[in-house]
């Protein structure tokens, strides 16, 4: 959906610039959420978050540091502190290897992180391949810079389990292609790429002079081991690898908008000069909620994952007992991105289970190739929102 003119002057939406005026489309999830905007009836399922407030230990390192008065300007790649202790959390969560501060920038959410990511890369016309499905926000952020997203659908087997063909990867690069996109543990499927599978991409950019952009923000919620593979664990620190990262999913962390991205040393400075244009930087008493998440947070981490697995489970019990719903159990992230026989517009029905059953699920179109035909359910939430939401989905799917 493009921008909504309605609510401009006329005049002023003639005036704006191609890429706000044009390019600039509405994500489905938002198109979905803006028909019931503020019912405080519906049951949100739709957007990467939980029913979970921040930790208190958390909202305590924060609001004391604001107490203190640490209310002035300060770093544009973050606190000090807080980078060294990103990469103390880097070196310790991937065992062995090297990754110093000066290869981390903080930034405003995982989102920005990726926004950054464009703006060094891109040229007007030049593409990024991405593997989808995929959380919709990198093809707007693409869009912004004038590039093109190119999409590289992963396969599916009939039990709806993902699956990545590499050379599929390769073959959509071209002349115009900067770098190469993948979020694994990914959203909205949960597929995770092996190290293997990162290793022939790693090698393939190497050759061919890509960058690779590895989203790892649900690095921590996986279900099958402690932590998903790594770029980190297999690149140089000088490779041309950007990963990202956010605070927003393991603890809870979502409306702090706090991410941060692993680069080589040599981009430090760029870097800085972008985040001084975009936002200036972070709030300096949000990073020492941060720091404390850092330190203190593994214990919550670790709840959050037994949360979200017992969600899952949750509604893939529900949904997989009824016979025109086809979904699997994912590997990590915490979405079921399921389907239901009868189903083809994604988009229309979940407008209609949000205005009509009270339940907010995100449109399969909505994640690029290979969506079509999915619904969302994020399943972070409690077992009692979960089953609100359930009842109310199985009550629309009865009535089709
Ligand atoms: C795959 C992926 N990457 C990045 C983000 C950005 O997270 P945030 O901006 O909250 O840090 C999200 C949020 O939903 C996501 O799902």
Request: with cysteine; proline share 5%; net charge negative.
């Amino acid at each position: 959906m493009a921008l909504d003119h309605r609510f401009l002057p006329s005049g002023i939406s003639a005036s704006l610039s191609r890429a706000i005026a044009h390019d600039l489309t509405e994500t489905g999830i938002s198109e979905v959420a803006m028909t019931v905007f503020g019912d405080p009836d519906v049951v949100p399922l739709w957007f990467g978050e939980g029913d979970l407030v921040t930790p208190e230990f958390v909202r305590e390192a924060a609001a004391a540091a604001l107490q203190a008065g640490e209310t002035f300007y300060t770093w544009q790649r973050g606190l000090p502190e807080l980078r060294a202790a990103l990469s103390a959390y880097t070196e310790r969560l991937y065992d062995g290897i090297d990754c110093a501060a000066d290869r981390i920038s903080v930034t405003t959410g995982g989102m920005q992180a990726i926004l950054l990511c464009c703006q060094l890369l891109l040229d007007p016309g030049d593409n990024i391949v991405i593997v989808s499905p995929i959380w919709p926000n990198i093809t707007s952020a693409t869009r912004l810079m004038r590039g093109e997203p190119k999409y590289v659908a992963l396969d599916r087997t009939k039990d709806g389990v993902w699956s990545l063909d590499v050379q599929k990867v390769f073959d959509a690069v071209d002349s115009r292609t900067r770098a190469i996109f993948v979020n694994s543990p990914g959203n909205p499927t949960g597929w995770t790429m092996t190290t293997d599978q990162q290793r022939a991409l790693l090698d393939f950019a190497r050759e061919r002079g890509l960058w690779i952009m590895a989203d790892e923000v649900y690095a921590r919620l996986i279900y099958t081991r402690a932590v998903a593979p790594s770029f980190l664990e297999i690149a140089r620190p000088d490779d041309a690898l950007l990963v990202l990262n956010s605070f927003s999913k393991p603890w809870a962390m979502t409306g702090w908008r706090i991410g941060w991205l692993t680069h080589p040393a040599a981009l430090g400075d760029q870097l800085a000069k972008l985040v001084q244009i975009n936002t200036s930087g972070l709030p300096a008493f949000l990073q020492r909620g941060a720091i404390a998440a850092l330190e203190k947070g593994d214990f919550f981490v670790e709840q959050m994952v037994e949360r979200c697995r017992a969600g899952g489970e949750l509604v893939f019990q529900r949904l997989s007992a009824n016979p025109r719903v086809t979904i699997a159990r994912p590997e990590a992230a915490f979405y079921n991105f399921f389907s239901v026989d009868g189903v083809d517009d994604t988009m229309a029905f979940c407008k209609k289970l949000a205005q009509d059953y009270k339940v907010g699920l995100a449109p399969g179109e909505a994640f690029a190739a290979g969506g079509q035909g999915n619904i969302r359910l994020c399943f972070a939430s409690g077992a009692e929102r979960l089953s609100k939401g359930l009842d109310r989905i199985e009550a629309a799917i009865k009535a089709l």
